[in-house]
């Protein structure tokens, strides 16, 4: 329901998730956002020295699912992969 208003205000035809994220991936086509994290240089082996950082982060305690270090390492890894899987 929040992304359907987000849609109508962006003015999109469609008012769905989809049509928002459509929205977000052709934005940041057009200024240059590369895709993944290893598009701005981050590789591999940084995903096991980040993920304790991003677990001690503060901002951690709103996220919507609990995570541990280990989940942090695999998304790190992912996001530099461009693997949009969630495990």
Known sequence: ???ARLA???GLRERS???VLDWVLELRREIGI???LAGIGVKEE???PFAPQAFA???TGGNPVALTVSDFEQLYRNCIRGDLRSN
């Open 17 to 19: 998730y989809a049509a």
């Open 57 to 59: 982060d503060p901002s």
């Open 34 to 36: 590369p895709d993944t």
């Open 1 to 3: 329901e929040k992304l």
């Open 46 to 48: 940084h995903a096991a």
């Open 8 to 10: 109508a205000w962006l």
